[in-house]
């Protein structure tokens, strides 16, 4: 009887969240995500603030150019369209934090996870505990995400090199709808920060804000 009521009691909480969703997620907006484990969720300041600027001024988006920060375990998430999430190292989600970061997935919300460099190995672990039936998968260049405001008919650019390996933009699907990307070998985040923080050209800083101008479209509408 009590494991009845508090499945109920759940269930309920759930379904009022999600109707919570419906209604803030109409503002169009982005959080940064922190995370438990180490990992420096933190990283990038520059970066969030000059992509924001940059949608606002290019897609007619209205965002907020000093983005807050959200907990995974926390309703807060909900109150946001987007979620980014960054770092170099260790990652960790209690079964708690993964299931409110499933149910913010499969009722409209989208997390875009941008690998800093050394972050993998940790994150694919910890989807598990999110989607665990499902594995990521690589979009192909076709996919709408490469297309929504500007034309990248190769894919996933690459900003910065680490390993000599090609950058790959990887998926996790709700009812075929793409509810995660995960950017690996590509390091967006350092392309959208001031420019004097990694001296990178602005060809490469121009690449790097409309890619992420197409994750914030995509997110958005989809």
Same mark, same amino acid.
């Given at each position: ?124 672990? /910890? ?8 594995? *990521? !998968?690589? $979009?192909?260049?076709?996919?709408? #995400?490469? @297309?929504? %405001? ?45 420019? /004097? ?8 800083? *121009? !690449?790097? $804000?409309?890619?992420?101008?197409? #994750?914030? @479209?995509? %997110?958005?509408?989809?």
């Amino acid at each position: 009887m009590i494991n009845s009521l508090k499945n109920t009691l759940k269930l309920t909480c759930t379904v009022v969240v999600c109707m919570l969703f419906t209604l803030h997620a109409q503002s169009q907006d982005l959080a940064i995500l922190k995370y438990k484990g180490g990992g420096d969720w933190y990283s990038n300041a520059t970066a969030l603030p000059n992509l924001v600027k940059f949608c606002n001024e290019t897609i007619d988006t209205k965002m907020n150019e000093k983005p807050e920060t959200v907990e995974v375990g926390s309703t807060d998430i909900f109150q946001y369209p987007l979620l980014h999430m960054t770092g170099h190292g260790n990652v960790f989600f209690s079964d708690e934090e993964a299931e409110n970061l499933r149910n913010y997935l499969i009722s409209g919300g989208f997390l875009h996870i941008d690998d800093n460099y050394g972050m993998k190995q940790y994150i694919t672990k /910890e989807l598990k505990k999110v989607f665990p039936n499902q594995e *990521l !998968k690589e $979009l192909p260049a076709s996919h709408d #995400i490469f @297309k929504t %405001a500007f034309a990248f008919p190769k894919g996933l650019p690459k900003i910065h090199e680490h390993d000599g390996k090609r950058p790959q933009a990887l998926g996790l699907f709700h009812e075929n709808r793409l509810v995660l990307l995960f950017t690996v070998e590509s390091d967006l985040g350092d392309g959208w920060e001031d420019q /004097e923080v990694h001296n990178d050209p602005e060809v490469i800083r *121009l !690449k790097a $804000l409309q890619m992420g101008a197409n #994750i914030v @479209k995509y %997110a958005f509408e989809n």
